[in-house]
Structures are given as structure tokens and as C-alpha cells.
């Protein structure tokens, strides 16, 4: 999971999308009932559906799931909700008995994450806080309060608590406290982040980031005792495939990022953090 960055001006298409969005939201506030809440939902889901809104998406975090960093190809994108728009459940999957969900959400540009099918359907309605007296269950309360227990790739002290290890699996970052601690595990569990494909490519990266980073250590210690043109012509090259592993746009590029960071070398970190 990297950062994933809306820009402040949006382009006119996304705009003009904003503004149809608010004008659904205001029928489904001014409509009594949930029931019928819940009908407008449906009846302009396909809003939310949009290609230009999805492919709009989709290229904030180069054309990769949210949560997974794998990239999308005849999978389908799926825009999930954050905040559930119907209904809400706990931790432990229970539904939430009187919270309606976060129906004034539903159209809510803010509130959309773009993901793979398999994390978005074990995901589904799960959205515990980690203070219930913070719960927003209306449309006039302050919903920004909340802590969720999901992490969120849109702020960037979430991502930062997310680590792997060698064999790829997700872990939480060391020495973070119990709330955080709680916030990764639940994460990792409910968008299916520890998997065994997953975790077997991951590794391949982490393997293939530590490999590249030694061989350019190898290669400018020989430049710089011998004078090698060749092998600091090699270190550059081992340089450039570390970096391209690193780039945004590369599957598992926090994975990279990791592998260099835990050697705990003072170039390492300079090259992952460059």
C-alpha cells in the first residue's frame, strides 16, 4: 500500500461528474425514509460506475489496486465504498443495530477507493471506529472524526504502518503502539492482504531489490579500487533497475521500499527514500 494522491484542482470531466454527484446526494437527503435512501442508491449506482470516473481513478496510484499494488489487467476495478453506503458492520462482523450506514456517502468522490474484486468483497461492509461515541450515523455529524479501524491509503501516517518481510507477508511496522498494532492486523485480515500469491510476489521483490542493491555495493567497490569504467558503468546499471523497482508505478513498490529500508544501511535508505 503507497499514498494514493487526489490533487486539489480536479479536471473538468471529474468535475462535472462532482457536480451530478452532489444533486443525487441532495434527492437522497431530502428523501424521508431509508428505504427510499436506499433505493435512490441503487437506481444511480451506475454514477459511481462511470468509466471516465474509474479510469480517472485508477490512474492516481498508476493504474494499481489501492490496497493490494498489483496492477489491474482484464480484472475488473471496482470502486468500493469506504464507509459503507447501506448498512455497518463491527470487528467481529456483526451488524452495527441501529447505525443506517453511510447513505449521504454513496456519491461522496472522497469516500471512493479503487481495488481488485477479491479485496473488495471480503472488505464489504466491515467499518468499525475505534471510539463508538465518534460514530457519525447522519448526514449533519461530523463523520471526519472518526477513527476507522482501516487503514486508509489516503493519509499518508496510515500507510507508514504497513511493513512485509522477506517472505513477502504483510506485518505491522516495529514498535508502533496497541491501537495501530490492531489497525494493520485488521487491514491485512479484511482486504486480504496476507495471500499466498501475494506474498510469494511480493517476496520476489524484496529478493530481487536486496540482489540488485548488493551487486551495486560489489560493483562500486571494485570501481573504486581499481578504477573499473565497467563495473561502475555495472553499478549504474544495478542502480537504475533498483530504481525502477521503486518508481510508484512498479507492483509492490512499498515492498521495495522495505526490503531496502530493514538492512538498516545508510545508502540503502538513501536510495529508497531518494
Known sequence: MIKVNVPDVLPANIQAWVTRAEEIRDEILAT??????????????????????????SSLNHDKCWYTETKFGGDYQEVEHFRPKKATKFHDGLRHPTHPGYYWLAFELSNYRLCKSRPNRKKSTFFPIIDERFRASFHDQAWQDETPLFLDPLKESDVLLLSF????APL???DIGEVDLN?????????FLNERVLNSR???????????????QRELKTANENGSVAARTKAEEELKKLK???SPGSEFSSVAKESLCKLGDIMAIKIACA
Not at 165 to 168: A, L, P
Not at 183 to 191: E, G, L, Q, S, W
Open 202 to 216: 511480493r517476496s520476489d521483490t524484496w529478493q530481487t531489490c536486496r540482489a540488485l542493491f548488493y551487486s551495486y
Open 32 to 57: 424521508p425514509s431509508l428505504e427510499e435512501k436506499h433505493q435512490l442508491i441503487d437506481k444511480y449506482k451506475a454514477h459511481w460506475r462511470d468509466v471516465a470516473l474509474v479510469e480517472w481513478l
Open 244 to 246: 525502477e523497482l521503486l
Open 165 to 168: 518481510n522477506d517472505d513477502g
Open 183 to 191: 489497525r494493520v492486523n485488521f487491514t491485512i485480515d479484511k482486504y
Open 172 to 174: 505491522a511496522q516495529d
